[in-house]
């Protein structure tokens, strides 16, 4: 059974860095996507981007250049990284795996508060 | 980006109800739909990827159907569990979008 667990602080200052680390259980990150997907409070849910396990990287354009997700599979972990943030970054984030040929998320971790406040 | 238009937003409904919810794509998105249900506090759970494949272990009055643009989520026989937020998701292309929620109360 794939698992897959977020770690990282829960509290960043406006304009700092976010950093979230995502480490997977269970299985290979070989050959797999791997994705982040955030949730403001109250609100529906955003894809952030995806890593493949080779390294090549997508992120949502809405979130400008401001993203990076990176991936160490000697570690079994995926992370992710954005900048400048503000309030409207506050956010359940979730990490993810992406299916293969359907490319849906068959297994998500079980979500991390990040809030942005001084 | 390819926009996912859900609805309704919200509903209501009786144990033993018939429930659709559907979802409709900006462009065609072929069988990259997925149908998530998510309860409060906990990451959404896949039901139905592939437009009508039922995940392994989700109850068989959940089915999915649809094609191209237009997309269904049916619960045949609504069950008291099945309080939840329901939400579409497309995987076709990058960057991938859901659906706004329909939030679906039992009476």
């Known amino acids: 059974q794939v698992r897959l667990q977020e770690s990282g602080p829960g509290l960043v200052k406006p304009s700092d860095t976010l950093s979230l680390t995502c480490t997977v259980s269970?299985?290979?990150?070989?050959?797999?996507?791997w994705s982040w997907i955030r949730q403001p409070p109250g609100k529906g849910l955003e894809w952030v981007g995806h890593?493949?396990?080779?390294?090549?990287?997508y992120n949502n354009p809405s979130l400008k250049s401001r993203v990076t997700i990176s991936v160490d599979t000697s570690k079994n972990q995926f992370s992710l990284k954005l900048n400048s943030v503000t309030a409207a970054d506050t956010a359940v984030y979730f990490c993810?795996?992406?299916?293969?040929?359907?490319?849906?998320?068959?297994?998500w971790g079980q979500g991390t508060l990040v809030t942005v406040s001084s | 980006d390819i926009q996912m238009t859900q609805s309704p937003s919200s509903l209501s409904a009786s144990v033993g109800d018939r429930v659709t919810i559907t979802c409709r794509a900006s462009?065609?998105?072929?069988?990259?739909l997925t149908w998530y249900q998510q309860r409060p506090g906990k990451a959404p759970k896949v039901l139905i990827y592939?437009?009508?494949s039922l995940e392994r272990g989700v109850p068989s009055r959940f089915s999915g159907s649809g094609s191209g643009t237009d997309f269904t989520l049916t619960i045949s026989s609504l069950q008291p569990e099945d309080s939840a937020t329901y939400y579409c998701?497309?995987?076709?292309?990058?960057?991938?979008?859901f659906g706004r929620g329909t939030k679906l109360e039992i009476k």
């Open positions: 998701q497309q995987s076709s292309s990058t960057p991938y979008t």
């Open positions: 462009r065609s998105i072929s069988r990259y």
């Open positions: 269970g299985g290979s990150m070989s050959d797999y996507y």
């Open positions: 993810a795996r992406v299916a293969p040929f359907t490319q849906h998320l068959d297994y």
């Open positions: 890593v493949y396990s080779s390294g090549n990287a």
């Open positions: 592939g437009v009508s």
